[in-house]
C-alpha cells in the first residue's frame, strides 16, 4: 500500500491543507451544534510533547448558554469535537507491527510521521437520541512516500426508529455514491469493526468505516480521496440533526435512562479492549484526555442483565444484528421481528 511521489502526483495537497480544511470542518460542526442544542463547548489547547504539534480539544457538556431557554434546550452530557495534527520522530511499535516495516532490515527507513484528524463522539442525556461517533484522519510516514486517509461515522442508539435508521445510511450512501465509493463495502466493514466479540453483538446500527484510502487501493487521486472524506466529515450534520430536533420532545422515563447508561458500559467495553485509535493515541504517548474524550460521563454494568421489555430488547435482538438497512424488505423482515417476539413474549407471560 506505499504510494510513491511521482512527477504527476507532486502538486498534490499539502499537509497543511489537509490540516486547515480539518480545522475548518471542526469550526462548522462545532457552530451547528451549538445553534442546535443551545450548548456551548469548552476549549483546551495543547501541544504534543513527543514531537511537534498539537490539537483543539473543544468539550460539551451540560452548561447551558445565557440566550438558551428550557423548551430548545438539549442537554450533552459529554461530548467532543476534536482535531489534532501532530509529528512525531519515530512511530510507535504497534503502528510498525501492523504497517510490517521492519526496522532491523530496511535501510535507515524514515519513521517520522505525520498525524491529523477530526474526531467526535457525542454522548446526550437523552435516551432516545443516539450517541454518535464520527472520525476523519490523514497518516503520512516514510517521508511521505506511505500515507493514506481513513475514517467513518457510526451510531449508537438506545431506542432506535426504523425509519431514522434507514435515512441515516441513505445519507451516509448518498454522499458514497457522489464520490463513486463503495457505500456496501464501507457499511460492511464498519458492522466488523464495531464488533463486541466477548458479547457477541454490535456496538450500533453501523454506518461506514474505511481505512488506508490512498490512489493505490482506490484507484482515485490524492485529491479525489481528500473530497470524500472532507464530504463524509460535513455529513455529520445532515446525519445527526434529524435526532437532535426530533427525539428531545420525548418524554422518558427514569428506567429508559437506566437502560441507556448499562448500554453505554458496551460502549466503554469497545472503547477500551478493541479500538485501534484508542491504542495508537496511548501508544504513541498521546494526550490522554483527548484519547479517551470518548468515554461517557456515567455508564452501569449489571451482572448478566437481559433485558425483558420488548422495545428494549428490540436493540439487541434486532437492530444489533448487522441488517442491511436500505434493502427493499427491511420493513417486511422488522415487522416479522416484532410478530414474533410479540409472540414469544406472550406465551412467557401466559406460563
Not at 28 to 39: M, Q, S
Not at 144 to 161: E, Q
Not at 170 to 175: A, M, P, S, Y
Not at 298 to 310: G, M, Q, R
Request: charged share 25%; proline share 3%.
Amino acid at each position: 500500500k506505499i504510494t510513491h511521489k511521482t512527477e504527476s502526483n507532486m502538486s498534490d495537497l499539502t499537509i497543511d491543507e489537509i490540516k486547515n480544511k480539518f480545522k475548518e470542518i471542526q469550526d462548522n460542526i462545532c457552530n451547528f451544534l451549538i445553534e442546535t442544542t443551545k450548548t456551548e463547548y469548552f476549549e483546551d489547547n495543547w501541544d504534543y510533547e513527543k514531537g511537534d504539534g498539537g490539537g483543539r480539544s473543544r468539550i460539551f457538556g451540560i452548561v447551558e448558554s445565557e440566550d438558551a431557554n428550557d423548551d430548545v434546550l438539549i442537554e450533552i452530557e459529554k461530548g467532543g469535537v476534536n482535531y489534532s495534527g501532530i509529528y512525531g520522530e519515530n512511530l510507535p511499535e504497534s503502528a510498525t507491527t501492523a504497517l510490517k516495516i521492519n526496522t532491523l532490515t530496511e535501510k535507515n527507513p524514515d519513521l517520522s510521521y505525520h498525524a491529523t484528524g477530526v474526531s467526535i463522539v457525542i454522548h446526550p442525556l437523552h435516551p432516545h437520541i443516539p450517541t454518535i461517533h464520527m472520525n476523519i484522519r490523514y497518516f503520512e510516514t516514510l517521508g511521505g512516500d506511505l500515507y493514506w486517509f481513513g475514517g467513518g461515522i457510526d451510531l449508537t442508539p438506545c431506542y432506535p426508529k426504523l425509519e431514522q435508521v434507514i435515512e441515516f445510511h441513505q445519507t451516509l450512501k448518498n454522499v458514497c455514491d457522489k464520490h463513486d465509493f463503495d457505500y456496501e463495502k464501507y457499511k460492511v466493514r464498519c458492522d466488523e469493526y464495531f464488533y463486541l466479540k466477548h458479547r457477541n453483538e454490535e456496538r450500533g446500527i453501523g454506518g461506514v468505516f474505511f481505512d488506508h484510502l490512498n490512489p493505490k487501493s482506490t484507484q482515485k487521486t490524492k485529491n479525489e480521496i481528500f473530497d470524500f472524506i472532507c464530504d463524509i466529515g460535513m455529513a455529520f450534520i445532515d446525519l445527526y440533526k434529524p435526532f437532535l430536533v426530533n427525539n428531545n420532545d420525548i418524554v422518558y422515563s427514569e428506567e429508559e435512562r437506566n437502560f441507556q447508561l448499562w448500554r453505554r458500559s458496551r460502549y466503554v467495553e469497545f472503547n477500551l479492549l478493541f479500538d485501534r485509535g484508542t491504542k495508537f493515541g496511548i501508544q504513541s504517548g498521546g494526550r490522554t484526555e483527548s484519547i479517551l474524550m470518548s468515554m461517557p460521563a456515567t455508564a452501569i454494568w449489571k451482572y448478566n442483565h437481559h433485558p425483558k421489555s420488548l422495545k428494549e430488547k428490540q436493540l439487541i435482538e434486532f437492530f444489533l444484528k448487522p441488517q442491511s438497512w436500505l434493502s427493499n424488505d427491511i420493513h417486511n423482515k422488522y415487522n416479522d421481528y416484532l410478530n414474533n417476539a410479540s409472540n414469544e413474549q406472550d406465551n412467557n407471560n401466559n406460563n
